[in-house]
């Protein structure tokens, strides 16, 4: 027998097997059809594993979704595409989260925008677990066309009142950003950080900080330091932490002032993102030039300055123990404020403790 042939039979005989009376049956035909999907692909079997997508049995839609799913272009047909859709509302959980994910790989293989259309158009579903399904399976989206036109829909879903839906789209944009799928969408993130409402700015802020150093460019580090003037402590905190993340390339003299006033912020969540920073801070290789602008505060006229100066090289800690550092800490153990006699101190002892578990490494 030849292997066309085998293949045929093979083919059949999982056919039959989907009309079998057993649910385990049916479902282990889905799984088989799954496996061999490039060769069962024709017009038959596709037409008989659509009507599966309609079996009683949530496992059994589920396995006949994945099936579908991996024959490709053949397989997105409007009959399917439509029960498909219908499944995304009136299925079992399971039956709506198969739905998803099938259609978020027929967006990957399709020369047509109409899977993601519907993946878009179940966004708008008043029913949290539909959509909330629909977020996770576009956590998945790799093809460039479909991201470019699902980005816009989450950037306006950053807008909800429902903060469900808020949280949701966000979740699906930082979980894209991980698998480096939105680094050609850089732009629409930095313009994002312009926009009025607070989730959408601290977004893009999370965004473009998982893309790394990808978004480390000066278009980015410029937007971030308009975004520390928010009003909004939890936008300004993003900023920051998307800042610690770049200012390693990016230090520059504006970039390492707006930090030490960042250390006075009155939100602590300000601060505690510029120590962050400064810590990064004191690794890169432009940790020098950093040094001297942190070692000139130490003199500002501002008490307040002062102490953040002090503060900032404690946080560089024993990466910046060396000898200007620790003579100009020094010299500010004279400071007339005890506030900022306390943090020199402070700052000393932290490096004099990284030299105490030197020696005795």
Known sequence: ????????DIIDALTRALRDSEESMRSL??????????????HDTICALSQVLQDPDKYVQANACKALAAMGEKAITNEILETLSHMLKHSTSYGKQAASEALVKMADQSVTNEPTDILIRALQDPEADVTFYVYK?????SDKAAIEITIGVLIQK?????????????ETLVALAKKKVLNDFM?????????????VKVTACQVLKTMGQTAAATSTVNAAIQALKDPESDVKTSAWELLANMVEKEATVETINLLIQA??????QVRSAACKAF????????????INIVIQALKNSQETMRCAACEALKEMGENVAVKDIIDAL???????????????????????DCWTRDETM
Not at 1 to 8: H, P, R, Y
Not at 29 to 42: G, V, W, Y
Not at 263 to 268: E, F, I, K, M
Request: some cysteine; aromatic content about 6%.
């Open 1 to 8: 027998m030849s292997e066309k042939a085998a293949t045929k």
């Open 29 to 42: 035909a889905c799984e088989a059809f799954e496996k061999i999907a490039e060769k069962a692909a024709a």
């Open 137 to 141: 399976a576009l956590e998945k989206l």
């Open 158 to 170: 950053l807008r909800n009142p429902d903060h469900r839906v808020r949280n949701y789209a966000r």
């Open 187 to 199: 732009d629409v993130f930095i313009q994002a950080m312009q926009n009025p409402e607070a989730f």
């Open 263 to 268: 250390l006075q912020d009155p939100a602590w």
């Open 279 to 290: 810590a990064k801070l004191g690794e890169s290789e432009t940790r020098n030039g950093t």
């Open 330 to 352: 020094i010299e500010t153990l004279q400071d007339p404020q005890v506030s900022v006699r306390r943090a020199a101190c402070e700052a000393l002892a932290k490096m004099g």
